[in-house]
Protein backbone atom coordinates (compact mmCIF):
# COMPACT_ATOMS: atom_id res chain seq x y z
CA UNK A 1 0.00 0.00 0.00
CA UNK A 2 2.62 2.12 0.58
CA UNK A 3 3.27 2.62 -3.25
CA UNK A 4 0.05 3.55 -4.57
CA UNK A 5 1.53 4.92 -7.29
CA UNK A 6 3.11 1.61 -8.53
CA UNK A 7 -0.65 0.05 -8.80
CA UNK A 8 -2.58 3.16 -10.63
CA UNK A 9 -2.96 3.93 -14.46
CA UNK A 10 -4.35 7.18 -14.75
CA UNK A 11 -5.95 7.64 -18.38
CA UNK A 12 -5.59 11.11 -18.28
CA UNK A 13 -3.76 13.71 -16.57
CA UNK A 14 -1.36 11.92 -15.15
CA UNK A 15 1.24 13.92 -13.40
CA UNK A 16 -1.92 15.34 -11.93
CA UNK A 17 -3.42 11.73 -10.70
CA UNK A 18 0.11 10.69 -9.39
CA UNK A 19 0.22 13.99 -7.59
CA UNK A 20 -2.68 13.20 -5.55
CA UNK A 21 -1.74 9.72 -5.01
CA UNK A 22 1.79 11.19 -3.72
CA UNK A 23 0.42 13.72 -1.25
CA UNK A 24 -2.09 11.26 0.25
CA UNK A 25 1.09 8.50 1.01
CA UNK A 26 2.80 11.78 2.71
CA UNK A 27 -0.13 13.13 4.73
CA UNK A 28 0.60 12.04 8.37
CA UNK A 29 3.41 9.57 7.03
CA UNK A 30 3.82 8.91 11.06
CA UNK A 31 0.73 6.78 11.20
CA UNK A 32 1.32 4.81 8.30
CA UNK A 33 4.95 3.25 9.71
CA UNK A 34 3.66 2.11 12.84
CA UNK A 35 0.89 -0.14 10.79
CA UNK A 36 2.59 -1.00 8.09
CA UNK A 37 1.64 -4.76 8.11
CA UNK A 38 -2.00 -5.69 6.51
CA UNK A 39 -2.55 -9.19 6.75
CA UNK A 40 -6.56 -9.03 6.11
CA UNK A 41 -5.70 -7.08 2.94
CA UNK A 42 -8.17 -4.17 4.63
CA UNK A 43 -6.46 -1.22 3.02
CA UNK A 44 -8.01 0.29 -0.27
CA UNK A 45 -8.31 3.58 -1.93
CA UNK A 46 -11.20 4.38 -2.81
CA UNK A 47 -12.30 7.67 -5.35
CA UNK A 48 -15.24 9.18 -4.75
CA UNK A 49 -16.56 11.89 -7.15
CA UNK A 50 -16.42 13.74 -8.91
CA UNK A 51 -19.78 12.30 -10.60
CA UNK A 52 -21.11 11.25 -7.14
CA UNK A 53 -24.56 12.49 -6.51
CA UNK A 54 -23.81 12.77 -2.55
CA UNK A 55 -20.87 14.70 -3.07
CA UNK A 56 -23.18 18.10 -3.98
CA UNK A 57 -21.24 18.41 -7.06
CA UNK A 58 -17.94 17.73 -8.51
CA UNK A 59 -16.41 17.21 -5.46
CA UNK A 60 -13.42 14.26 -5.56
CA UNK A 61 -12.46 12.76 -2.32
CA UNK A 62 -9.44 9.91 -2.69
CA UNK A 63 -10.50 8.33 0.94
CA UNK A 64 -7.36 5.90 2.21
CA UNK A 65 -9.57 3.36 4.12
CA UNK A 66 -8.87 0.84 6.72
CA UNK A 67 -11.98 -1.52 6.38
CA UNK A 68 -14.54 1.26 7.63
CA UNK A 69 -12.45 3.35 8.78
CA UNK A 70 -10.73 6.40 6.77
CA UNK A 71 -7.47 6.77 7.33
CA UNK A 72 -6.64 9.72 5.26
CA UNK A 73 -8.02 11.61 2.74
CA UNK A 74 -7.43 14.36 0.20
CA UNK A 75 -9.46 16.49 -1.55
CA UNK A 76 -8.94 17.43 -5.21
CA UNK A 77 -10.90 20.37 -6.53
CA UNK A 78 -11.49 22.82 -9.63
CA UNK A 79 -13.49 20.33 -11.67
CA UNK A 80 -16.09 23.77 -12.09
CA UNK A 81 -13.13 26.44 -12.33
CA UNK A 82 -14.40 28.65 -14.89
CA UNK A 83 -11.90 31.79 -13.82
CA UNK A 84 -14.09 34.09 -12.83
CA UNK A 85 -11.64 36.37 -11.42
CA UNK A 86 -9.91 36.40 -15.16
CA UNK A 87 -13.29 37.23 -16.51
CA UNK A 88 -13.83 39.99 -13.56
CA UNK A 89 -10.84 41.89 -15.05
CA UNK A 90 -12.18 41.97 -18.93
CA UNK A 91 -15.44 43.40 -17.60
CA UNK A 92 -16.86 46.18 -16.10
CA UNK A 93 -18.36 45.89 -12.60
CA UNK A 94 -21.99 45.75 -13.66
CA UNK A 95 -21.34 43.21 -16.35
CA UNK A 96 -19.75 40.77 -14.07
CA UNK A 97 -22.66 41.14 -11.54
CA UNK A 98 -24.56 38.16 -13.37
CA UNK A 99 -21.48 36.03 -13.03
CA UNK A 100 -21.22 36.32 -8.95
CA UNK A 101 -25.21 33.89 -9.13
CA UNK A 102 -23.36 31.49 -11.04
CA UNK A 103 -20.65 31.22 -8.20
CA UNK A 104 -22.87 30.29 -5.33
CA UNK A 105 -25.88 29.14 -7.10
CA UNK A 106 -28.11 28.26 -3.80
CA UNK A 107 -27.97 31.82 -2.76
CA UNK A 108 -27.36 34.39 -5.71
CA UNK A 109 -28.53 37.28 -4.09
CA UNK A 110 -25.95 37.29 -1.24
CA UNK A 111 -23.24 37.24 -4.07
CA UNK A 112 -24.82 40.26 -5.77
CA UNK A 113 -25.06 42.35 -2.89
CA UNK A 114 -21.84 41.34 -1.98
CA UNK A 115 -20.21 42.19 -4.79
CA UNK A 116 -22.30 45.51 -5.35
CA UNK A 117 -21.66 46.62 -1.61
CA UNK A 118 -17.80 45.99 -2.17
CA UNK A 119 -17.96 48.37 -5.39
CA UNK A 120 -20.29 50.82 -3.95
CA UNK A 121 -17.90 51.40 -0.82
CA UNK A 122 -14.59 51.72 -3.87
CA UNK A 123 -16.58 54.31 -5.48
CA UNK A 124 -18.79 55.78 -2.77
CA UNK A 125 -21.57 55.61 -3.73
CA UNK A 126 -24.63 56.40 -1.34
CA UNK A 127 -27.39 53.96 -1.34
CA UNK A 128 -31.32 54.66 -0.32
CA UNK A 129 -32.46 53.38 2.51
CA UNK A 130 -35.38 51.24 1.04
CA UNK A 131 -33.07 49.73 -1.21
CA UNK A 132 -30.79 48.73 1.43
CA UNK A 133 -33.93 46.88 3.19
CA UNK A 134 -35.16 45.08 -0.18
CA UNK A 135 -31.30 43.96 0.02
CA UNK A 136 -31.79 42.71 3.41
CA UNK A 137 -34.75 41.25 2.92
CA UNK A 138 -33.88 39.27 -0.07
CA UNK A 139 -30.75 38.34 1.51
CA UNK A 140 -32.59 36.46 4.17
CA UNK A 141 -34.57 34.66 1.94
CA UNK A 142 -31.73 33.46 0.47
CA UNK A 143 -30.37 32.17 3.30
CA UNK A 144 -33.91 30.48 4.14
CA UNK A 145 -33.54 29.00 0.37
CA UNK A 146 -30.05 27.90 0.33
CA UNK A 147 -30.46 26.52 4.12
CA UNK A 148 -33.43 24.63 3.26
CA UNK A 149 -31.24 22.72 0.27
CA UNK A 150 -28.58 22.47 2.67
CA UNK A 151 -31.53 20.49 5.22
CA UNK A 152 -33.52 18.05 2.53
CA UNK A 153 -30.06 16.73 1.41
CA UNK A 154 -28.59 16.16 4.60
CA UNK A 155 -31.41 14.58 5.89
CA UNK A 156 -31.73 12.50 2.76
CA UNK A 157 -28.03 11.59 3.12
CA UNK A 158 -28.77 10.67 6.59
CA UNK A 159 -31.54 8.34 5.19
CA UNK A 160 -35.30 10.06 5.04
CA UNK A 161 -36.61 10.82 1.58
CA UNK A 162 -39.53 12.46 1.62
CA UNK A 163 -37.75 14.99 3.79
CA UNK A 164 -36.33 16.27 0.65
CA UNK A 165 -39.38 16.97 -0.86
CA UNK A 166 -40.84 19.16 1.92
CA UNK A 167 -38.13 21.57 1.81
CA UNK A 168 -38.05 21.93 -1.46
CA UNK A 169 -41.81 22.17 -1.50
CA UNK A 170 -40.77 25.85 0.41
CA UNK A 171 -37.61 26.44 -1.71
CA UNK A 172 -40.61 26.58 -4.66
CA UNK A 173 -41.90 29.10 -2.65
CA UNK A 174 -38.85 31.46 -2.52
CA UNK A 175 -37.96 30.69 -6.27
CA UNK A 176 -41.91 32.22 -7.03
CA UNK A 177 -41.23 35.13 -4.80
CA UNK A 178 -37.53 35.30 -6.57
CA UNK A 179 -39.76 35.21 -9.80
CA UNK A 180 -41.95 38.30 -8.57
CA UNK A 181 -39.66 40.40 -7.05
CA UNK A 182 -36.34 39.87 -10.00
CA UNK A 183 -38.25 38.70 -12.86
CA UNK A 184 -35.89 35.29 -12.59
CA UNK A 185 -36.18 32.38 -10.23
CA UNK A 186 -33.24 30.84 -9.57
CA UNK A 187 -30.21 33.57 -11.01
CA UNK A 188 -31.94 36.54 -9.86
CA UNK A 189 -29.12 39.34 -10.63
CA UNK A 190 -31.80 42.04 -9.01
CA UNK A 191 -28.68 43.90 -7.38
CA UNK A 192 -27.40 46.73 -8.87
CA UNK A 193 -24.34 48.95 -8.19
CA UNK A 194 -26.19 51.82 -6.41
CA UNK A 195 -29.27 50.21 -5.23
CA UNK A 196 -31.82 47.62 -6.84
CA UNK A 197 -33.20 46.57 -10.46
CA UNK A 198 -36.75 47.43 -9.20
CA UNK A 199 -38.82 47.68 -6.16
CA UNK A 200 -41.39 45.34 -4.77
CA UNK A 201 -44.42 44.96 -6.37
CA UNK A 202 -47.58 44.77 -3.85
CA UNK A 203 -48.09 41.22 -4.33
CA UNK A 204 -44.66 40.14 -4.02
CA UNK A 205 -44.68 41.81 -0.09
CA UNK A 206 -47.88 40.07 0.32
CA UNK A 207 -46.31 36.29 -1.04
CA UNK A 208 -43.45 37.42 1.37
CA UNK A 209 -45.57 38.13 4.30
CA UNK A 210 -47.44 35.32 3.39
CA UNK A 211 -44.40 32.72 3.19
CA UNK A 212 -43.19 34.23 6.58
CA UNK A 213 -45.78 33.41 8.65
CA UNK A 214 -46.26 29.59 7.04
CA UNK A 215 -43.41 29.26 7.13
CA UNK A 216 -42.43 29.74 10.76
CA UNK A 217 -45.31 26.70 11.25
CA UNK A 218 -43.43 24.74 8.89
CA UNK A 219 -40.03 24.75 10.70
CA UNK A 220 -42.00 24.15 13.92
CA UNK A 221 -43.00 20.70 12.49
CA UNK A 222 -39.80 19.81 11.53
CA UNK A 223 -38.01 20.65 14.65
CA UNK A 224 -40.40 17.80 15.89
CA UNK A 225 -39.90 15.59 13.79
CA UNK A 226 -36.02 15.76 13.32
CA UNK A 227 -35.16 17.42 16.92
CA UNK A 228 -35.51 13.66 18.84
CA UNK A 229 -35.50 11.38 15.83
CA UNK A 230 -33.17 8.67 17.29
CA UNK A 231 -31.90 8.01 13.39
CA UNK A 232 -31.43 11.30 12.85
CA UNK A 233 -29.29 11.74 16.09
CA UNK A 234 -27.39 8.08 15.91
CA UNK A 235 -26.52 9.27 11.88
CA UNK A 236 -25.38 12.98 13.07
CA UNK A 237 -24.37 13.09 16.44
CA UNK A 238 -20.47 12.87 17.31
CA UNK A 239 -19.75 12.73 13.33
CA UNK A 240 -17.56 14.73 11.58
CA UNK A 241 -16.38 16.77 14.90
CA UNK A 242 -14.27 19.89 14.43
CA UNK A 243 -12.81 20.95 17.95
CA UNK A 244 -13.31 24.39 19.22
CA UNK A 245 -9.32 24.93 19.20
CA UNK A 246 -8.79 23.84 15.45
CA UNK A 247 -11.92 25.25 14.00
CA UNK A 248 -9.84 29.14 14.02
CA UNK A 249 -6.63 27.54 12.63
CA UNK A 250 -8.32 25.38 10.20
CA UNK A 251 -10.27 28.59 8.84
CA UNK A 252 -13.59 27.50 9.36
CA UNK A 253 -16.11 30.07 8.31
CA UNK A 254 -20.08 30.56 8.95
CA UNK A 255 -22.21 27.90 10.33
CA UNK A 256 -19.16 25.28 10.71
CA UNK A 257 -17.25 28.13 12.75
CA UNK A 258 -20.54 28.58 15.18
CA UNK A 259 -20.94 25.18 15.19
CA UNK A 260 -17.65 24.63 16.82
CA UNK A 261 -18.08 27.76 19.13
CA UNK A 262 -17.32 30.69 18.09
CA UNK A 263 -19.84 33.56 17.35
CA UNK A 264 -18.06 35.14 14.29
CA UNK A 265 -20.96 36.35 11.94
CA UNK A 266 -20.09 39.32 9.72
CA UNK A 267 -23.61 41.05 10.38
CA UNK A 268 -22.62 41.30 14.07
CA UNK A 269 -18.80 42.19 13.41
CA UNK A 270 -18.78 45.22 10.95
CA UNK A 271 -23.09 45.65 10.32
CA UNK A 272 -23.37 46.54 6.75
CA UNK A 273 -26.95 47.73 5.31
CA UNK A 274 -28.84 47.94 8.29
CA UNK A 275 -27.84 44.79 10.61
CA UNK A 276 -27.25 47.58 13.47
CA UNK A 277 -30.84 48.46 13.28
CA UNK A 278 -32.14 44.93 13.52
CA UNK A 279 -32.85 42.83 16.20
CA UNK A 280 -31.58 39.12 16.01
CA UNK A 281 -29.39 36.52 17.82
CA UNK A 282 -26.20 34.44 16.06
CA UNK A 283 -26.82 30.95 17.32
CA UNK A 284 -24.06 28.95 18.58
CA UNK A 285 -22.97 25.64 19.12
CA UNK A 286 -20.49 23.90 21.91
CA UNK A 287 -20.30 20.97 20.31
CA UNK A 288 -18.64 20.78 16.95
CA UNK A 289 -20.37 18.19 15.19
CA UNK A 290 -22.82 17.48 12.57
CA UNK A 291 -25.69 17.68 14.52
CA UNK A 292 -24.33 21.07 16.26
CA UNK A 293 -24.20 22.39 12.32
CA UNK A 294 -28.15 21.00 12.29
CA UNK A 295 -29.17 23.12 14.86
CA UNK A 296 -26.97 26.48 14.07
CA UNK A 297 -28.54 26.31 10.39
CA UNK A 298 -32.16 25.39 11.99
CA UNK A 299 -32.27 28.37 14.23
CA UNK A 300 -30.39 30.77 11.79
CA UNK A 301 -33.78 30.24 9.70
CA UNK A 302 -36.03 31.56 12.48
CA UNK A 303 -33.91 34.09 12.99
CA UNK A 304 -33.67 34.93 9.43
CA UNK A 305 -37.65 35.30 9.75
CA UNK A 306 -37.40 37.39 12.53
CA UNK A 307 -35.22 40.17 10.79
CA UNK A 308 -37.40 39.97 7.43
CA UNK A 309 -40.48 40.98 10.07
CA UNK A 310 -38.19 43.38 11.04
CA UNK A 311 -37.40 44.98 8.30
CA UNK A 312 -40.96 45.42 6.64
CA UNK A 313 -41.70 47.62 9.65
CA UNK A 314 -38.85 49.38 9.63
CA UNK A 315 -38.77 49.64 5.46
CA UNK A 316 -39.54 53.78 4.01
CA UNK A 317 -40.86 55.04 1.25
CA UNK A 318 -38.53 56.23 -1.36
CA UNK A 319 -35.88 55.84 -4.36
CA UNK A 320 -34.88 52.46 -5.22
CA UNK A 321 -31.61 53.57 -6.55
CA UNK A 322 -28.83 56.34 -6.22
CA UNK A 323 -30.33 59.12 -8.02
CA UNK A 324 -26.32 59.96 -9.47
CA UNK A 325 -25.94 59.56 -13.18
CA UNK A 326 -22.69 58.83 -12.57
CA UNK A 327 -22.81 56.53 -9.88
CA UNK A 328 -26.11 54.63 -10.98
CA UNK A 329 -28.52 53.18 -14.22
CA UNK A 330 -30.95 55.76 -14.59
CA UNK A 331 -34.55 54.22 -14.33
CA UNK A 332 -36.44 53.06 -17.33
CA UNK A 333 -38.61 55.88 -17.07
CA UNK A 334 -36.04 58.15 -17.84
CA UNK A 335 -33.84 56.42 -20.10
CA UNK A 336 -37.34 55.84 -22.75
CA UNK A 337 -38.38 59.71 -21.94
CA UNK A 338 -35.58 61.71 -21.85
CA UNK A 339 -32.49 62.48 -24.48
CA UNK A 340 -30.28 62.65 -20.95
CA UNK A 341 -31.41 59.45 -19.72
CA UNK A 342 -30.64 57.65 -22.37
CA UNK A 343 -27.02 59.05 -22.75
CA UNK A 344 -26.54 58.13 -19.14
CA UNK A 345 -27.23 54.80 -19.55
CA UNK A 346 -25.04 53.95 -22.84
CA UNK A 347 -22.61 55.43 -20.50
CA UNK A 348 -23.18 53.04 -18.00
CA UNK A 349 -22.77 50.32 -19.97
CA UNK A 350 -20.33 51.14 -21.94
CA UNK A 351 -17.70 52.47 -19.71
CA UNK A 352 -19.67 51.81 -15.85
CA UNK A 353 -18.69 53.05 -12.91
CA UNK A 354 -14.88 54.46 -12.45
CA UNK A 355 -13.72 54.13 -8.99
CA UNK A 356 -10.67 56.23 -8.09
CA UNK A 357 -7.00 54.75 -9.36
CA UNK A 358 -5.16 52.65 -6.57
CA UNK A 359 -7.45 52.17 -3.88
CA UNK A 360 -8.09 48.68 -2.92
CA UNK A 361 -11.66 47.92 -0.90
CA UNK A 362 -12.62 44.34 1.09
CA UNK A 363 -15.96 43.88 1.81
CA UNK A 364 -17.71 40.92 3.76
CA UNK A 365 -21.46 39.83 3.74
CA UNK A 366 -22.37 37.13 5.52
CA UNK A 367 -23.48 34.77 3.42
CA UNK A 368 -25.06 31.26 3.90
CA UNK A 369 -22.30 29.36 3.79
CA UNK A 370 -20.11 32.10 5.43
CA UNK A 371 -18.05 35.06 5.39
CA UNK A 372 -18.11 35.95 1.39
CA UNK A 373 -15.89 38.84 1.01
CA UNK A 374 -14.79 40.70 -2.46
CA UNK A 375 -11.41 42.29 -2.45
CA UNK A 376 -10.96 44.69 -5.27
CA UNK A 377 -7.74 46.45 -6.87
CA UNK A 378 -8.77 49.59 -9.15
CA UNK A 379 -6.84 51.36 -11.72
CA UNK A 380 -9.21 54.17 -12.46
CA UNK A 381 -10.62 52.26 -15.38
CA UNK A 382 -14.24 50.78 -15.38
CA UNK A 383 -12.55 47.22 -15.20
CA UNK A 384 -10.94 46.01 -11.99
CA UNK A 385 -7.59 45.44 -11.87
CA UNK A 386 -7.63 42.54 -9.30
CA UNK A 387 -10.72 41.28 -8.04
CA UNK A 388 -10.33 38.14 -5.50
CA UNK A 389 -13.40 36.06 -4.26
CA UNK A 390 -13.27 34.70 -0.41
CA UNK A 391 -15.20 32.19 -1.02
CA UNK A 392 -16.60 30.10 2.04
CA UNK A 393 -17.07 26.99 0.39
CA UNK A 394 -13.39 26.85 -0.27
CA UNK A 395 -12.29 27.22 3.06
CA UNK A 396 -14.62 24.97 4.70
CA UNK A 397 -13.75 22.09 2.20
CA UNK A 398 -10.26 22.27 3.90
CA UNK A 399 -11.95 22.18 6.88
CA UNK A 400 -13.55 18.59 5.56
CA UNK A 401 -10.26 17.37 4.49
CA UNK A 402 -8.82 17.50 7.96
CA UNK A 403 -12.48 16.44 9.87
CA UNK A 404 -12.65 13.21 7.40
CA UNK A 405 -9.46 11.72 9.02
CA UNK A 406 -11.05 9.01 11.14
CA UNK A 407 -14.34 8.58 10.48
CA UNK A 408 -16.65 5.73 9.04
CA UNK A 409 -16.66 5.36 5.23
CA UNK A 410 -20.73 5.32 5.90
CA UNK A 411 -20.68 8.99 7.18
CA UNK A 412 -18.51 10.59 4.70
CA UNK A 413 -21.59 11.51 2.82
CA UNK A 414 -23.10 13.10 5.86
CA UNK A 415 -20.36 15.22 6.95
CA UNK A 416 -20.01 16.12 3.17
CA UNK A 417 -23.52 17.38 3.54
CA UNK A 418 -23.15 18.88 7.21
CA UNK A 419 -20.09 20.89 6.08
CA UNK A 420 -22.29 21.92 2.86
CA UNK A 421 -19.83 22.81 0.24
CA UNK A 422 -20.91 24.49 -2.97
CA UNK A 423 -18.61 23.87 -5.60
CA UNK A 424 -19.50 26.38 -7.90
CA UNK A 425 -17.97 28.81 -5.48
CA UNK A 426 -15.24 27.15 -4.43
CA UNK A 427 -13.85 26.41 -8.03
CA UNK A 428 -14.87 29.63 -8.81
CA UNK B 1 1.41 59.77 11.88
CA UNK B 2 -1.67 61.66 10.55
CA UNK B 3 -3.69 58.34 9.79
CA UNK B 4 -6.13 57.85 11.04
CA UNK B 5 -6.30 54.41 12.99
CA UNK B 6 -8.18 52.30 15.85
CA UNK B 7 -6.91 51.62 18.60
CA UNK B 8 -5.32 47.99 17.62
CA UNK B 9 -4.26 48.64 14.66
CA UNK B 10 -2.32 51.56 16.07
CA UNK B 11 -0.57 49.08 18.44
CA UNK B 12 0.25 46.91 15.56
CA UNK B 13 1.95 49.50 13.64
CA UNK B 14 4.10 50.92 16.68
CA UNK B 15 4.87 47.55 17.63
CA UNK B 16 6.26 46.40 14.19
CA UNK B 17 7.69 49.79 14.14
CA UNK B 18 9.50 49.05 17.10
CA UNK B 19 10.25 44.96 16.81
CA UNK B 20 10.73 45.51 13.08
CA UNK B 21 11.34 48.26 12.39
CA UNK B 22 13.75 47.35 9.09
CA UNK B 23 11.02 45.41 7.45
CA UNK B 24 7.90 47.83 7.92
CA UNK B 25 7.92 49.92 4.58
CA UNK B 26 4.31 51.60 4.69
CA UNK B 27 0.93 51.95 6.57
CA UNK B 28 -1.83 53.65 4.43
CA UNK B 29 -5.69 53.64 4.77
CA UNK B 30 -8.15 52.82 1.59
CA UNK B 31 -11.66 52.38 2.38
CA UNK B 32 -11.96 51.73 5.88
CA UNK B 33 -9.18 49.14 5.78
CA UNK B 34 -5.43 49.61 6.94
CA UNK B 35 -2.92 48.02 4.95
CA UNK B 36 0.38 47.54 6.49
CA UNK B 37 3.48 46.87 3.73
CA UNK B 38 6.57 44.66 5.00
CA UNK B 39 9.60 43.23 3.75
CA UNK B 40 9.09 39.95 2.37
CA UNK B 41 11.98 38.17 4.23
CA UNK B 42 10.84 37.77 7.58
CA UNK B 43 7.05 37.59 6.63
CA UNK B 44 6.82 34.42 8.75
CA UNK B 45 8.15 36.15 12.19
CA UNK B 46 5.97 39.13 11.65
CA UNK B 47 2.65 37.25 11.14
CA UNK B 48 3.69 34.93 14.18
CA UNK B 49 4.45 38.31 15.61
CA UNK B 50 0.54 39.75 15.00
CA UNK B 51 -0.67 36.36 16.17
CA UNK B 52 0.90 35.88 19.52
CA UNK B 53 0.96 39.39 20.56
CA UNK B 54 -1.87 40.92 19.29
CA UNK B 55 -4.33 38.28 18.71
CA UNK B 56 -4.43 38.46 15.13
CA UNK B 57 -5.74 34.72 15.43
CA UNK B 58 -7.79 34.35 11.62
CA UNK B 59 -6.43 34.37 8.69
CA UNK B 60 -9.54 34.88 6.66
CA UNK B 61 -8.11 34.64 3.24
CA UNK B 62 -4.56 35.01 0.94
CA UNK B 63 -4.70 36.91 -2.02
CA UNK B 64 -1.92 37.38 -4.61
CA UNK B 65 -2.16 40.03 -7.71
CA UNK B 66 -0.17 40.50 -10.54
CA UNK B 67 1.07 44.61 -10.56
CA UNK B 68 2.40 44.21 -14.08
CA UNK B 69 5.71 46.59 -13.14
CA UNK B 70 9.59 45.41 -14.12
CA UNK B 71 10.48 45.00 -10.57
CA UNK B 72 8.71 43.53 -7.47
CA UNK B 73 5.61 42.26 -10.15
CA UNK B 74 3.89 40.01 -7.82
CA UNK B 75 2.71 40.78 -4.32
CA UNK B 76 0.66 38.70 -1.82
CA UNK B 77 -1.71 40.26 0.50
CA UNK B 78 -2.58 38.51 4.12
CA UNK B 79 -6.02 39.17 5.44
CA UNK B 80 -6.08 38.63 9.03
CA UNK B 81 -8.64 39.53 11.74
CA UNK B 82 -8.63 39.77 15.28
CA UNK B 83 -11.31 38.43 16.69
CA UNK B 84 -10.94 40.72 20.51
CA UNK B 85 -11.68 43.86 18.63
CA UNK B 86 -12.75 42.72 15.61
CA UNK B 87 -10.37 44.40 13.52
CA UNK B 88 -8.93 43.36 9.94
CA UNK B 89 -5.60 44.26 8.64
CA UNK B 90 -3.58 43.55 5.55
CA UNK B 91 -0.41 42.93 5.23
CA UNK B 92 1.50 42.99 2.21
CA UNK B 93 4.66 41.83 0.86
CA UNK B 94 6.01 42.09 -2.95
CA UNK B 95 7.89 39.59 -4.52
CA UNK B 96 10.17 39.52 -8.03
CA UNK B 97 9.23 38.73 -11.65
CA UNK B 98 12.08 35.87 -11.43
CA UNK B 99 11.44 32.60 -9.54
CA UNK B 100 8.95 34.23 -6.68
CA UNK B 101 9.07 32.71 -4.26
CA UNK B 102 7.79 33.20 -0.26
CA UNK B 103 8.54 31.47 3.07
CA UNK B 104 5.01 29.80 3.74
CA UNK B 105 3.09 30.45 6.42
CA UNK B 106 1.44 27.15 7.34
CA UNK B 107 2.71 26.53 10.28
CA UNK B 108 1.47 29.88 11.74
CA UNK B 109 -2.32 28.83 10.38
CA UNK B 110 -3.03 25.58 9.12
CA UNK B 111 -5.88 27.09 7.12
CA UNK B 112 -2.76 28.96 4.51
CA UNK B 113 -2.41 25.22 3.02
CA UNK B 114 -5.20 25.67 0.67
CA UNK B 115 -5.32 29.50 0.08
CA UNK B 116 -1.42 29.59 -0.38
CA UNK B 117 -1.86 26.54 -3.08
CA UNK B 118 -4.24 28.97 -4.45
CA UNK B 119 -1.44 31.39 -5.37
CA UNK B 120 0.41 29.16 -6.61
CA UNK B 121 -1.87 28.00 -8.78
CA UNK B 122 -2.87 31.27 -10.50
CA UNK B 123 0.46 32.98 -9.95
CA UNK B 124 3.28 30.41 -10.09
CA UNK B 125 4.50 32.33 -6.41
CA UNK B 126 6.22 29.62 -4.38
CA UNK B 127 5.88 29.15 -1.22
CA UNK B 128 8.83 28.14 0.55
CA UNK B 129 8.37 25.35 3.30
CA UNK B 130 4.38 24.36 2.01
CA UNK B 131 4.02 20.60 3.01
CA UNK B 132 1.68 19.55 -0.07
CA UNK B 133 2.46 22.83 -2.91
CA UNK B 134 0.41 21.12 -5.41
CA UNK B 135 -1.93 23.23 -7.98
CA UNK B 136 -5.46 23.27 -6.84
CA UNK B 137 -7.51 24.29 -9.42
CA UNK B 138 -5.92 23.42 -12.55
CA UNK B 139 -4.11 20.23 -13.18
CA UNK B 140 -0.45 19.50 -11.89
CA UNK B 141 -0.48 19.28 -15.87
CA UNK B 142 -0.87 22.26 -16.85
CA UNK B 143 2.30 24.90 -17.57
CA UNK B 144 1.08 28.52 -17.37
CA UNK B 145 -0.31 30.75 -14.59
CA UNK B 146 -3.73 31.99 -15.65
CA UNK B 147 -3.86 34.94 -13.33
CA UNK B 148 -0.95 36.91 -14.57
CA UNK B 149 -1.57 39.50 -17.10
CA UNK B 150 0.28 38.31 -19.63
CA UNK B 151 -2.29 35.08 -19.75
CA UNK B 152 -5.11 35.89 -22.40
CA UNK B 153 -8.23 35.82 -21.17
CA UNK B 154 -9.42 32.97 -23.88
CA UNK B 155 -6.96 30.57 -22.74
CA UNK B 156 -4.16 28.96 -24.82
CA UNK B 157 -5.54 26.48 -27.25
CA UNK B 158 -4.32 23.43 -27.22
CA UNK B 159 -2.80 23.72 -23.83
CA UNK B 160 -5.04 21.27 -21.73
CA UNK B 161 -5.23 17.94 -22.91
CA UNK B 162 -8.76 16.34 -22.17
CA UNK B 163 -9.65 13.07 -21.84
CA UNK B 164 -10.95 11.09 -24.81
CA UNK B 165 -15.08 10.80 -24.44
CA UNK B 166 -14.78 7.12 -24.05
CA UNK B 167 -12.04 6.11 -22.22
CA UNK B 168 -12.20 2.27 -22.36
CA UNK B 169 -11.05 2.64 -26.30
CA UNK B 170 -8.02 3.48 -27.53
Not at chain 1, 312 to 340: C, L, Q, T, W
Not at chain 2, 37 to 46: Q, S
Request: aromatic share 10%; hydrophobic share 35%.
Amino acid sequence: MNEINSKVKPQFFEKHQRGIYKSLEDKHTTIEEIDAEDPLNAKMILNMGPQHPATHGVLRLVLQLRGELIEKTKLDIGYLHRGVEKIAENKTYQEFMPYTDRMDYLSPYSNNVALCMAVEKLAEVEVPERAQYIRMICMELARISSHLLWLGTMVMDAGAISFFIWTFREREKIYDIFDEVAGHRFTVSHSRIGGVANDFTDRAVGRIKEFVTKFEQELKDWHGLLDRNRIFIDRNANVGILKTENALDIGATGPVLRASGYQVDQRIIKPYLQYDKVDFEVPTRMEGDNLARYFVRMEEMAESLKIINQCFDKMPKGPIRANNAKHAYPSKDEVYYSMEGMIHDFMMTDTGICPPAGKEVYHAVESPKGELGYFIQSDGTGHPWRLKVNAPSFRNLQVLENILDGEMVADTVVIIGGVDPVMGEADK
Amino acid sequence: MSLELTETVQGVVNGLSSDFSEDLIEVYNSCDHTYIRVEAENIKEILNYLKSKHHFIFLCDIIGTDRYTSDERFEVIYNIMNLRTQDRIFVKIRVEEEDPAVDSVTSVWKAAGWMEREVYDMYGVRFEGHPDLRRIYMPEDYEYYPLRKEFPLLGIPGSIELPNTTPDTE
